[in-house]
């Protein structure tokens, strides 16, 4: 893994904007943009003529070689509208050591906007806390990157997750291709963020679930505390770690199988990530599934 990619380097770095920075330039290294072949000015390759086609791609000289008809195809770079959803309620305070997972996902947030303005995407960003919705609409230009970074970096965590309000009209699928990735603990009392999926899965949206974990939370190992408190609820449960940790452990697989299941289901794209762990494959997912990204 490389050193640029770790969380815990890259955010030494106080500043989002330059952390993100130094996390793309690293895993950029050797990676260019998308493409799709299209009617562009770079040549990509030949294919047979079908009725309805362009007669101006015609090539005549590959007709007087061979007798058939062939067009010309060549790659023209797409661009696409990317949406960040960050879910800010409490429980995303949670942390292991000195990481909360508020921090990662803005850390995350930020490495996958600056990959998405490389590619020349518009990038908008939508915050979900304490019953109420922040939205930054979709742009492509260096200023609203950096109004995005400042928005980021004053994100914190509070209350519990946004009621459905509006969804509708604030993710109303334009005229762009979209994509959007969901960064969340998925911790929910009433289904609330399956709500929320649901709405944008019948809006015929892309969409990626990054659903953010903490290892002491995969292991429950808290090192001797045995009170425990919900961090939206404020509701506190006395327990013994090492006597339920294996039935704990178990549960634990259930739920994120479940999860994975509903994601499946819906045809979301969907991946754990660990907060001590680096971000390359999250951004790969990115790339790939921005290629997805219908008309």
Do not use: C
Request: charged share 25%.
């Amino acid at each position: 893994m490389s050193k640029l990619l770790d969380p815990k380097i890259v955010l030494s770095i106080k500043q989002l904007s330059l952390a993100a920075k130094t996390t793309i330039s690293g895993f950029m290294n050797g990676i260019n943009k998308s493409n799709v072949k299209g009617a562009g000015m770079e040549f990509s390759q030949y294919r047979s003529y079908q009725p309805g086609d362009d007669l101006r791609s015609l090539d005549w000289k590959m007709f007087a070689r061979s007798d058939r008809y062939y067009i010309r195809e060549s790659e023209v770079e797409i661009n696409i509208s990317l949406r960040l959803l960050i879910d800010a309620s409490s429980s995303m305070n949670h942390s292991d050591g000195n990481l909360t997972k508020i921090t990662y996902a803005k850390y995350l947030a930020a490495s996958l906007a600056y990959l998405a303005n490389l590619q020349s995407d518009a990038v908008g960003l939508y915050v979900f806390k304490a019953n109420e919705l922040f939205a930054m609409n979709t742009k492509q230009d260096f200023q609203h990157l950096s109004r995005l970074f400042h928005q980021l970096e004053n994100i914190t965590a509070d209350g519990a997750f946004t009621n459905p309000i509006a969804y509708k009209e604030i993710f109303s699928r334009g005229r762009q291709r979209e994509l959007l990735v969901f960064i969340t603990d998925f911790y929910q009392a009433d289904q609330e963020l399956l709500t929320l999926l649901d709405k944008l899965v019948a809006m015929k949206h892309e969409i990626i679930v990054f659903q953010l974990l903490a290892k002491n939370e995969l292991d429950l190992d808290f090192k001797g505390y045995t009170t425990f408190e919900d961090l939206e609820t404020g509701q506190t449960i006395q327990i013994d770690q090492a006597a339920i940790r294996s039935t704990y452990q178990q549960q634990m697989d259930l739920h994120l199988n479940q999860i994975k299941t509903d994601m499946l289901d819906r045809g979301i794209y969907y991946r754990t990530l660990v907060t001590n762990q680096a971000i390359d494959q999250a951004l790969r997912d990115f790339l790939k599934q921005r290629n997805k990204v219908n008309y």
